[in-house]
T-cell receptor, first 117, second 114 residues
Framework: AQTVTQSQPEMSVQEAETVTLSCTYD???????LFWYKQPPSRQMILVIR????KQQNATENRFSVNFQKAAKSFSLKISDSQLGDAAMYFC??????????????WGLGTSLAVNP | NAGVTQTPKFQVLKTGQSMTLQCAQD?????MYWYRQDPGMGLRLIYY???????DKGEVPNGYNVSRLNKREFSLRLESAAPSQTSVYFC?????????????FGDGTRLSIL
């Protein structure tokens, strides 16, 4: 069975600085998708960025980018020019690309990010 | 732009009471999910419905039942609420046909069982 591990329960960053959140996963599959979700204090779950395993190029969405290392099964999230609004819980999630799993997501336990002014 | 709508947003129940959490999505998604979120436990899948007319158990189904009423609606029922079911409940949906599509979440229901 697949697992997702976020080894940093809490992180902090100074406003305007860069921070990297780590995520590792375990799978025997070769085709899958990875996601980072953000959950601010409002509790909404917001998609930040996604990565297809078959793509070598790292995904980027404005100030958010990932470092996807398929061989190492690592999927870290880099937030550049951190803003106060980035303060949230961040969850890493895995989804198999194979049809049998009904598109279920496997979730990490989250990293709480504080942004200091 | 309603997306996924959950009702109610907050609820307090007494032990043994029953209640149904409602979820509806307007994105024409095939798959829908119910999660619970507890401190330090992340999101745990309770039940999911891959398509209209089907439901399957997730990681923590005990004490819950679900109904996929139609393509839009997926309800979660607590038949006899227990304090261990105090949690924040999220409904989500996704497009089954495209595996790289994310799950879209409702705003959550905070449920307290006394």
């Amino acid at each position: 069975a697949q697992t997702v591990t976020q080894s940093q329960p809490e992180m902090s960053v100074q406003e305007a600085e860069t921070v990297t959140l780590s995520c590792t996963y375990d799978t025997s599959e070769s085709d899958y998708y990875l996601f980072w979700y953000k959950q601010p204090p409002s509790r909404q779950m917001i998609l930040v960025i996604r990565q297809e395993a078959y793509k070598q190029q790292n995904a980027t969405e404005n100030r958010f980018s990932v470092n996807f290392q398929k061989a190492a099964k690592s999927f870290s999230l880099k937030i550049s020019d951190s803003q106060l609004g980035d303060a949230a819980m961040y969850f890493c999630a895995y989804r198999s690309a194979y049809a049998g799993n009904n598109r279920k997501l496997i979730w990490g336990l989250g990293t709480s990010l504080a942004v200091n002014p | 732009n309603a997306g996924v709508t959950q009702t109610p947003k907050f609820q307090v129940l007494k032990t043994g009471q029953s209640m149904t959490l409602q979820c509806a999505q307007d994105m024409n998604h095939n798959s829908m999910y119910w999660y619970r979120q507890d401190p330090g436990m992340g999101l745990r899948l309770i039940y999911y419905s891959a398509s209209e007319g089907t439901t399957d158990k997730g990681e923590v189904p005990n004490g819950y039942n679900v109904s996929r009423l139609n393509k839009r609606e997926f309800s979660l029922r607590l038949e006899s609420a227990a304090p261990s079911q105090t949690s924040v409940y999220f409904c989500a949906s996704s497009d089954r046909g495209r595996t790289n599509q994310p799950q879209h979440f409702g705003d959550g229901t905070r449920l307290s069982i006394l």
